[in-house]
């Protein structure tokens, strides 16, 4: 029963461009199943969106005060400008440091991609206009809220990246 009404409730999944299936997540990026390099599940994303967005409550406090009206807007702002800089720069938020993820580049290719969880290559840096279009797109929220076959949200699709596990 479960699997009838999961088929439905669950809602569409975006499916591998070559049609072929995976024995695990991440199989057709070069990815390993599990441990260091692989994605990271829904949960420590989540985790890590929080511990970025209470740090940015906390910057946002000092800076205009807890009873401002503009506490709001000046916390998305601060969460937005240190998303950018710390995914260009160091390549993780404090809160994705925090959880042991990352944000890598997939966009070179499955052999690129195995040779950087192996350790073999030193990862590629996501650059700025890539961290800048993926908080963009982070702001509407929709897009982090829809998944591929991979659990891969919108926003890391379209700019080519995927967080993966450090430790």
Not at 13 to 42: C, K, M, W
Not at 70 to 86: D, E, H, N, S
Not at 126 to 145: E, N, T
Request: no cysteine; charged share 15%; glycine share 14%.
């Amino acid at each position: 029963m479960g699997r009838v009404t999961g088929s439905w409730l669950s809602g569409p999944q975006i499916g591998p461009e070559d049609g072929v299936e995976n024995d695990f997540r991440g199989q057709d990026l070069g990815l390993p199943a599990s441990g260091p390099g692989s994605l990271a599940t829904g949960w420590p994303r989540v985790a890590g969106l929080l511990v970025d967005w209470l740090i940015a409550g906390g910057l946002a406090i000092l800076f205009v005060g807890f009873e401002s009206s503009i506490l709001g807007t000046t916390q998305l702002g601060i969460w937005f400008v240190m998303g950018i800089f710390a995914v260009s720069l160091f390549g993780f938020t404090p809160g994705q440091y925090a959880l042991g993820m990352r944000v890598a580049r997939v966009d070179y290719g499955p052999e690129r991609n195995a040779a950087e969880a192996a350790g073999k290559e030193t990862p590629a840096s996501v650059g700025i206009v890539r961290a800048f279009f993926r908080q963009l797109l982070m702001v509407f929220l929709v897009p982090a809220l829809i998944n591929d076959y991979n659990g891969r949200a919108l926003h890391d699709r379209a700019t080519g990246t995927a967080i993966l596990r450090t430790r």
